[in-house]
């Protein structure tokens, strides 16, 4: 493609971004700007959350329903029921914090009978053995956990529109949507859902694993959910700076979006994802149940940059990840990006790969039971190589057994805007991804 060719279609695909939502309003624009931002429908086709009668949130919320919030239990009080709302985000606000906003620290979540060296000294493999923790300091350590959820969990009602004004963050703070339907988020910043008392799992694993409580977004048996614009980070408490304990990194961290329990029809679109071992969990367990025939899902123009797995890890979705980019520093401990899992149905089609020195195409996908992936249209660029397109499934195959068929059996159909080519769409996600990409 010409280089004048490719400005035209980066450039109306920049138009799509910033542009299209506004045009897609199921309600006149009315109010300040911010709130006609606020009103903003999921765009026609924009993946898996437009079909049906679409996402538009709070929408259709009345002028005693929008909501500006400044705190923790503001925030709780105006997303809660189901009633249609618009709940606009000011400043940052602590889920680790008192009901008068002052910082509450791990030590001040702890049970009396709870200490961290304690239950390292009763659990350690060597003395209790590869069994679950049970007994008084286990029972200390989940009231510990409790007194933590009642401040950091946020649970999300239906038909919610949450948005963040300029520079709004939630530092902290665990977004619940279950059984919720009709919800959008966007435009802030998700700082560190930190777990201060994580679960030893002796058994999950060959050496067992610290296993952590809270996402920054759990969708969890909901349907119609648009994530869009939102910056997701650890911020100054990365998973890389955790201790090892029994062995294991001490995981205090789980998801940044993970959408599980038969969730369906949702679309996480133009975010940045950075700084994270296990990003996007799409997919409950291994055992068919309630995520048989749901998890219809859309990933696109997101940037992963240091994300260690899950970009995204599926088990039985129709996942469509198209036009995304991924940023593989070679000093990262990675893992994976696309995690193939049973009866899953990933159709990748453009996605932009940046890989460290060291790091070799075929680490993009991993095995975790499933046994098909459409994968079309990736470029990589190689350590300090030159961007090349690249078939990341053959390079798979020929290094790691069994193989994984190269036809996962549908055809996305949901898509707004051009699919672009993968470099075009590596500029247009670094230009246009994340939060305070917004006009507002």
């Not at 993946?47 to 500006?68: D, I, S």
């Not at 060959?206 to 909901?222: C, K, L």
């Not at 994300?307 to 129709?318: D, E, H, I």
Request: glycine share 8%.
């Amino acid at each position: 493609m010409r280089f004048r060719s490719l400005a035209a279609v980066v450039a109306g695909a920049m138009l799509v971004a910033l542009a299209a939502p506004a045009a897609a309003a199921s309600v006149p624009l009315t109010g300040s700007a911010m709130e006609r931002l606020a009103r903003q429908a999921l765009p026609a086709d924009d993946g898996w959350a437009a079909e049906g009668a679409g996402t538009t949130g709070g929408a259709a919320a009345t002028p005693e329903n929008v909501f500006y919030v400044d705190d923790r239990d503001e925030l709780a009080a105006a997303v809660a029921g189901t009633t249609p709302a618009i709940v606009i985000v000011r400043g940052t606000i602590r889920g680790n914090a008192d009901a008068n906003g002052a910082p509450l620290s791990c030590a001040q979540f702890a049970d009396p009978a709870y200490s961290l060296d304690a239950f390292l000294a009763a659990y350690d493999p060597v003395v209790w053995g590869r069994v679950a923790p049970s007994g008084p300091l286990e029972e200390a350590r989940a009231r510990s956990a409790a007194n933590q959820s009642a401040r950091v969990r946020v649970n999300v009602g239906s038909n919610k529109t949450i948005i963040g004004s300029r520079g709004a963050t939630l530092n902290g703070i665990f977004l619940r949507l279950d059984g919720s339907a009709n919800v959008i988020i966007r435009n802030i910043t998700h700082e560190d859902a930190r777990d201060c008392f994580p679960v030893w799992s002796p058994t999950d694993g060959e050496s067992g694993n610290w296993n952590a409580a809270y996402d920054n977004i759990w969708v969890r048996n909901s349907r119609h959910v648009w994530v869009d614009h939102n910056t997701f980070t650890d911020a100054d408490n990365p998973d890389s700076a955790q201790p090892l304990h029994f062995g294991r990194p001490y995981q205090v961290h789980d998801g940044q979006t993970d959408i599980t329990n038969g969730s369906n029809f949702v679309t996480v679109s133009y975010n940045r994802f950075t700084n994270h071992d296990k990003t996007m969990l799409i997919g409950s367990t291994n055992t068919p149940g309630v995520d048989v025939g749901a998890l219809k899902v859309t990933v696109h123009h997101n940037e992963f940059d240091g994300s260690v797995q899950r970009a995204p890890r599926v088990r039985f979705g129709q996942v469509d990840v198209y036009n995304n980019l991924y940023r593989v520093p070679a000093d990262d401990p990675y893992e994976y990006s696309w995690g193939v899992g049973v009866q899953s149905a990933i159709y990748a089609e453009n996605n932009y790969f940046a890989l460290g020195v060291g790091v070799a195409p075929d680490a993009i996908v991993f095995d975790w039971g499933g046994t098909a992936l459409t994968e079309k249209g990736t470029w990589v660029r190689a350590g300090r190589s030159l961007p090349r397109p690249a078939d990341v499934l053959a390079a798979y195959n020929a290094v790691h057994d069994p193989d994984i068929a190269a036809d996962a059996g549908w055809t996305p159909t949901l898509r707004a805007g051009p699919v672009l080519p993968a470099p075009a769409a590596a500029l247009v996600v670094e230009l246009c991804a994340g939060a305070r990409r917004l006009p507002v």
